[in-house]
């Protein structure tokens, strides 16, 4: 399985770039490597300067690029399934306009382009894919769609149909439950800590940071690796230049400076920086340069050694457990915790996740819970040794 770097940031952080940057020097050093965009607003060629497609072209020895036309692939590969799944429905009673609706999965676009990835990844030709994703909204919600869209197709699969015509719906449950499997081997690709991370590109801007921070915490909660983050257009400096606009460079770069000691005081993953540039920066040439200032001639797949911390870790004293949820959190982060049968569901800032408890505590009580810079400590007390 080749090395994945995924790319995301703000819109208009820069993301394309530097994904096209890294790829550049992965294919540099040696390595055959395919950098994808997933974006649905495409930049990935105007980096490169040269013209792209839905299949991967050759930009430079060793290196090869594709922009993914996800309504292509809704327009071909889940027409097949939806029209079985449609007329199973209807043969199931339901009418036939209705089938139509029930077979509309959102976000089905994003989720076949990610199984795209998923397909170049298995070909075993590539050692490495760097994706430049779209911004971070549309990156969360593409990331959580393998589970959100399993968990759909599980409701959809226990429905019972009443239609006499069994075989039918037999083929049905088949191709969903080979989807189920598809999108079970697409979640542990993203989770693969060894295989899968991402890096977050930022402008060294509060807002920015902000969300960056966020999205930490809903990657965080996914299970997917962030091993580093990259702070873009940083101003230069402007030495012994006189006048009004070194005065302007000095106080714009003083504030970047200020929100970057910030960022490194919060104890996020290891940050690396790219100043600003006078010209757009096209063409490998160009893209050579913001590389060197990137990894300083390193390896563009070494991010963060410490990597990331379990998610969930108990400890035990007198029948009272405590179980902490590691997740990276904002000091105003939005919080809330519910019991859902055997899983903790943890929602922060408006991102849900499940979390399976373990089994020793399946038969526990929560009785309390608090958040720090680390994360949440829930604790709960086990009715049998009260």
Known sequence: MPRLLLFTG????????????TAATLAGQGRRT???????AHSLADSFGVPLGAEPSEVDRRLHAVQIDS???????????RGQLTAALAGAGVDALDAEELTVLPGVDELLALSEVQRLATSGYWHAIVVDCGPTAETLRLLALPEAIASYLRRLYGWQPVSP?????????????????????????????????????????????????????????????????????????AGFWRGGAASWLRARRAQQDEVLAEVAMAGLPEMRTVEHRAVEPVGLAALAEISKELYGGGDPLAGDAEGAAPLLRISESGGRY?????????????????????????????????????????????????????????????????
Do not use: Y
């Open 10 to 21: 703000k819109g208009g952080v820069g993301k394309t770039t530097l994904a096209a940057a």
């Open 34 to 40: 395919l950098v994808v965009s997933t974006d649905p």
């Open 71 to 81: 309504r292509s692939l809704v327009d071909t590969v889940w027409q097949e399934l």
């Open 165 to 237: 015509r069994a075989r039918k719906w037999t083929e049905v449950a088949s191709s969903v439950a080979q989807l189920g499997a598809h999108l079970q081997a697409l979640r542990e690709l993203l989770t693969d800590h060894e295989t899968t991370t991402v890096r977050l590109v930022l402008t060294p801007e509060r807002m920015v940071v902000a969300e960056t921070r966020r999205t930490l915490t809903a990657l965080a909660l996914r299970g997917i690796r962030v091993d580093g983050l990259v702070a873009n257009r940083l101003m230069p400096a």
């Open 322 to 386: 405590q179980l902490r949820v590691a997740l990276p959190l904002a000091l105003d982060a939005r919080l809330d915790l519910a019991r859902v049968d055997d899983d903790l569901a943890v929602t922060i800032d408006g991102f849900r996740r499940l979390v399976a408890l373990p089994r020793l505590l399946r038969s526990c009580v929560v009785t309390g819970a608090e958040s720090d810079t680390e994360g949440i400590v829930v604790t709960l007390d086990d009715p049998g040794e009260q």
